[in-house]
């Protein structure tokens, strides 16, 4: 039976065409060279070192709120944040580029898929036969043995007009899972830009309430010193009184004025901190600064701290904090690159066609007859490369070994941020109370001090050092106070909470084509 016969029936040409899918279906859905990813397996105590039965410090090993910043019952400190995550510059840079990952995304992906393009040329070209003609006598003959072969000879040496339009396709069969591993790859870097906005998003939260918390501490020691500035006033005035009556000395009023001047100079440091706190926060929240005066210069005293401190356990850890989850992103892209590289090892095979129409006249180039294909497939074998693509290959394992350093490294440098953050907090809470009894302690002694200086009982210089002595420790303890407030943001910056609370947000989608302020454009 012929081969024309043989395809004659429609039934047994199928079974060579299915046979056909068949075989592509399964070189499409080969092997993927390389190893497979398995994610770390992270070395952790079991609890934390600074635990709550070691230190006396109310915290417990229960799940961190995300939300941690909700603990203070501050809603201006809420609001500041929530402005901060739609405003902030540094986070609008980082969703830019996820959508640039998502971008790279698509075009690893899209090596895997059929590639099909169209073209169309109109040309005036010479062919060079005359020359070839003449070389071989073949023109002399012609004209001396057949007048009409030289003319149509002569034809053929004219310059012609040649019009033509086709379709070109080309697939890459991924027999050895190279587009697969670049599709895995670039997975895993959209991730790791993902997780590196996340970690974006702590640090930016932290910040906003590190410079709110500092705000109202530096308020709150002002307001201190004015009120110990308005006591030394009073005592200036009272050794002012006495020593016009006769019953002081010039020098108890000298040394209440350089007391009174002291307190003073004081002033200007933390009225300056308080302006640069204001000026940070508008500029987190992506105002200029100064746009934040009218609502924040009105003094109002600390947030409460929370009563209890949850913390989680350790092993927790690599869920929550961005950069370690970010450092495995790393890994598993340097793992699946092992597989693009060693996949570059092998043949590559794709099926390539053309289909087209050609033909010097224009009315004549729709006709079938002027049409022509081509198609097959195409392998490539690399046979020399001097060496480069074994080299990618150790290349890759030397970074995917380093990349499993790195992720060591980062669990390790998390465990020690929460421990110090849990040892700070602790230490600077014992700090306060300790503060807080010795400033009570001296309110009483400058009292008596006072009382005993105007019924004559005692010197001024008791007074004065008592107040000086008051003076001082109000302001540790307001600082201490402050401290302690910067601890625990830095302890829950350590837990890594607060970007769970965000969803997605969504990707910008920019023109093709436009001006380049487009860009600019809130994502």
Same mark, same amino acid.
């Given at each position: 039976?012929?081969a024309?016969?043989?395809?004659?029936?429609?039934r047994r040409?199928?079974?060579?065409?299915?046979?056909?899918?068949?075989?592509?279906?399964m070189?499409?859905?080969?092997?993927a060279?390389?190893?497979d990813?398995q994610?770390?397996?992270?070395?952790?105590?079991?609890?934390?070192?600074?635990?709550?039965?070691?230190?006396g410090?109310?915290?417990?090993?229960t799940?961190?709120?995300?939300a941690?910043?909700?603990?203070?019952?501050?809603?201006?400190?809420?609001?500041?944040?929530a402005?901060?995550?739609?405003?902030?510059l540094?986070?609008?840079?980082s969703?830019?580029?996820?959508?640039?990952?998502?971008?790279?995304?698509?075009?690893?992906?899209?090596?895997?898929?059929?590639?099909?393009?169209?073209?169309?040329?109109?040309?005036?070209?010479?062919?060079?036969l005359?020359? $070839?003609?003449?070389?071989?006598?073949?023109? +002399?003959? *012609? =004209? &001396?043995?057949? /007048?009409?072969?030289? !003319?149509?000879?002569?034809?053929?040496?004219?310059?012609?007009h040649?019009?033509?339009?086709?379709?070109?396709?080309?697939w890459?069969?991924?027999l050895?899972?190279?587009?697969?591993?670049?599709?895995?790859?670039?997975d895993?870097?959209?991730q790791?830009?993902?997780?590196?906005?996340n970690?974006?998003?702590?640090?930016?939260?932290?910040?906003?309430a590190?410079?709110?918390?500092?705000l109202?501490?530096n308020?709150?020691? $002002?307001?201190?010193?004015?009120?110990?500035? +308005?006591? *030394? =006033? &009073?005592?200036? /005035?009272?050794?002012? !009184?006495?020593?016009?009556?006769?019953?002081?000395?010039?020098?108890?009023?000298?040394?209440?004025?350089?007391q009174?001047?002291?307190?003073q100079?004081?002033?200007?440091?933390?009225?300056?901190?308080a302006?640069?706190?204001?000026?940070?926060?508008?500029?987190?929240?992506?105002?200029?600064?100064g746009?934040?005066?009218?609502?924040?210069?009105?003094p109002?005293?600390?947030?409460?701290?929370?009563?209890?401190?949850?913390?989680?356990?350790?092993?927790?850890?690599?869920?929550?904090?961005?950069d370690i989850?970010?450092?495995?992103?790393?890994?598993h892209?340097?793992?699946a690159?092992?597989?693009?590289?060693?996949?570059?090892?092998?043949?590559?095979?794709?099926?390539?066609?053309?289909?087209?129409?050609?033909?010097?006249?224009?009315?004549?180039?729709?006709?079938?007859?002027s049409?022509?294909?081509?198609f097959?497939?195409?392998?490539?074998l690399?046979?020399?490369?001097?060496?480069?693509?074994?080299?990618?290959?150790?290349?890759?394992?030397?970074?995917?070994?380093?990349?499993?350093?790195?992720?060591?490294?980062?669990?390790?440098n998390?465990?020690?941020?929460?421990?110090?953050?849990?040892?700070?907090?602790?230490?600077?809470?014992?700090?306060?109370?300790?503060?807080?009894?010795?400033?009570?302690?001296?309110?009483?002694a400058?009292?008596?001090?006072?009382?005993?200086?105007?019924?004559?009982?005692s010197?001024?210089?008791?007074?004065?050092?008592?107040?000086?002595?008051?003076?001082?420790a109000?302001?540790?303890?307001?600082?201490?106070?402050?401290?302690?407030?910067?601890d625990?943001?830095?302890?829950?910056?350590?837990l890594?909470?607060?970007?769970?609370?965000?969803h997605?947000?969504?990707?910008?989608?920019?023109?093709?084509?436009?001006?380049?302020?487009?860009?600019?454009?809130?994502?």
């Open positions: 039976m012929s024309r016969s043989a395809c004659s029936t429609p040409c199928a079974l060579p065409v299915k046979a056909c899918f068949t075989l592509v279906a070189i499409s859905g080969g092997c060279v390389g190893p990813y994610s770390p397996q992270a070395t952790v105590p079991a609890h934390w070192h600074d635990s709550d039965e070691a230190s410090s109310r915290v417990q090993s799940r961190p709120d995300p941690w910043w909700r603990s203070f019952n501050d809603p201006q400190l809420d609001s500041l944040i402005r901060a995550i739609a405003g902030n540094t986070i609008r840079q969703v830019l580029r996820i959508a640039g990952a998502r971008q790279q995304q698509i075009q690893a992906g899209a090596a895997g898929l059929p590639a099909v393009e169209a073209n169309a040329s109109a040309r005036r070209q010479q062919l060079g005359e020359g $070839i003609l003449d070389a071989s006598g073949a023109r +002399a003959q *012609a =004209e &001396q043995t057949n /007048t009409e072969l030289a !003319s149509g000879l002569g034809s053929l040496t004219e310059p012609i040649l019009y033509q339009g086709s379709f070109d396709a080309s890459e069969i991924d050895w899972g190279r587009v697969r591993r670049s599709v895995e790859l670039a895993a870097k959209a790791s830009a993902i997780e590196g906005r970690d974006a998003l702590v640090s930016l939260e932290a910040e906003v590190r410079t709110y918390l500092q109202r501490g308020q709150s020691i $002002i307001s201190t010193l004015e009120t110990q500035i +308005a006591v *030394a =006033e &009073q005592s200036r /005035t009272l050794t002012l !009184s006495r020593q016009q009556n006769g019953l002081s000395p010039q020098m108890d009023v000298e040394n209440a004025g350089a009174l001047s002291s307190l100079a004081q002033l200007p440091q933390y009225q300056a901190g302006r640069q706190a204001m000026n940070a926060l508008a500029v987190l929240i992506g105002q200029p600064p746009q934040l005066d009218s609502e924040l210069t009105t109002k005293p600390m947030p409460a701290m929370p009563a209890v401190i949850p913390v989680g356990i350790p092993s927790t850890l690599a869920r929550r904090r961005p989850r970010r450092a495995e992103a790393e890994l892209a340097a793992t690159n092992i597989g693009v590289s060693v996949a570059q090892l092998f043949p590559d095979l794709s099926l390539t066609g053309q289909f087209g129409l050609r033909n010097t006249e224009t009315d004549y180039l729709t006709h079938w007859s049409h022509f294909y081509a097959g497939p195409q392998i490539s690399p046979i020399f490369q001097g060496g480069r693509l074994v080299s990618n290959v150790r290349l890759a394992r030397v970074e995917q070994a380093n990349a499993v350093l790195a992720y060591r490294q980062v669990v390790l998390a465990l020690q941020d929460v421990e110090n953050a849990l040892v700070s907090y602790r230490t600077d809470k014992q700090q306060v109370k300790a503060l807080e009894n010795t400033a009570d302690s001296l309110e009483t400058f009292m008596l001090a006072n009382e005993g200086y105007r019924q004559g009982l010197t001024f210089i008791n007074v004065l050092d008592a107040q000086r002595q008051l003076a001082q109000r302001q540790q303890a307001a600082s201490a106070r402050v401290k302690t407030a910067t625990l943001v830095s302890l829950y910056k350590a890594g909470g607060g970007w769970e609370v965000w997605q947000p969504a990707m910008p989608d920019y023109p093709l084509f436009g001006p380049a302020e487009t860009l600019t454009r809130n994502p």
